[in-house]
């Protein structure tokens, strides 16, 4: 048996409510499709941008949320958590990340991304534009959360540069920067 077909994230499940937690956090399990379907969804009833701008505000709270409160577990800290983070989502089935750069003393970093969810269900190539931005607020997020406990009050912004779904690319690049406004 392969241990890497088997779940590399710890599952808790509550034998009473049947509630699963992983690192303390309730999670939900559920159909990529559904997840997709329902993105599309959204995507069209409120326009690109705006929806964008309401995953970028969602996710960079989400995971500031989830790195607050692995690190109040008391085993991570500081850029630990981030690391941590990143190794979770990937664990969770939304592609495979990896960080190409990471500048500990402004928070600039580099994400490469393989495998994202919505490259494999569209397809690769597939796409005139960028597919993956559900996840540009999740690096800012947990990114500036190590930055506030280690008194560095980065404020960063992220775009996906280079996306699989897009002819031409082997992965998805996203790049986090201080904001200049
Ligand atoms: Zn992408």
């Given at each position: 048996?392969?241990?890497?077909?088997?779940?590399?994230?710890?599952?808790?499940?509550?034998?009473?409510?049947?509630?699963?937690?992983?690192?303390?956090?309730?999670?939900?399990?559920?159909?990529?499709?559904?997840?997709?379907?329902?993105?599309?969804?959204?995507?069209?009833?409120?326009?690109?941008?705006?929806?964008?701008?309401?995953?970028?505000?969602?996710?960079?709270?989400?995971?500031?949320?989830?790195?607050?409160?692995?690190?109040?577990?008391?085993?991570l800290?500081?850029i630990a958590v981030?690391r941590?983070?990143?190794?979770?989502?990937?664990?969770?089935?939304?592609?495979?990340?990896?960080?190409?750069?990471?500048?500990?003393?402004?928070?600039?970093?580099?994400?490469?991304?393989?495998?994202?969810?919505?490259?494999?269900?569209?397809?690769?190539?597939?796409?005139?534009?960028?597919?993956?931005?559900?996840?540009?607020?999740?690096?800012?997020?947990?990114?500036?959360?190590?930055?506030?406990?280690?008194?560095?009050?980065?404020?960063?912004?992220?775009?996906?540069?280079?996306?699989?779904?897009?002819?031409?690319?082997?992965?998805?690049?996203?790049?986090?920067?201080?904001?200049?406004?």
């Amino acid at each position: 048996m392969n241990d890497q077909r088997n779940p590399q994230v710890p599952i808790d499940v509550d034998p009473d409510s049947g509630v699963w937690r992983s690192d303390g956090l309730p999670m939900v399990y559920l159909p990529r499709h559904f997840f997709i379907d329902n993105h599309r969804l959204v995507r069209a009833a409120m326009g690109r941008a705006a929806h964008a701008r309401l995953l970028y505000e969602s996710g960079y709270e989400s995971a500031w949320t989830w790195s607050s409160r692995v690190a109040a577990q008391g085993e991570l800290d500081g850029i630990a958590v981030f690391r941590h983070y990143l190794a979770r989502i990937s664990q969770r089935g939304w592609g495979r990340f990896h960080i190409e750069s990471l500048d500990e003393a402004t928070g600039a970093a580099r994400i490469r991304l393989a495998h994202s969810i919505f490259v494999e269900q569209a397809g690769r190539g597939s796409s005139e534009s960028t597919l993956c931005d559900l996840f540009e607020g999740w690096f800012p997020g947990s990114l500036e959360w190590v930055g506030r406990g280690e008194r560095r009050p980065w404020r960063l912004r992220c775009r996906e540069i280079a996306c699989a779904g897009q002819p031409g690319h082997a992965h998805c690049v996203f790049e986090v920067r201080p904001r200049t406004e």
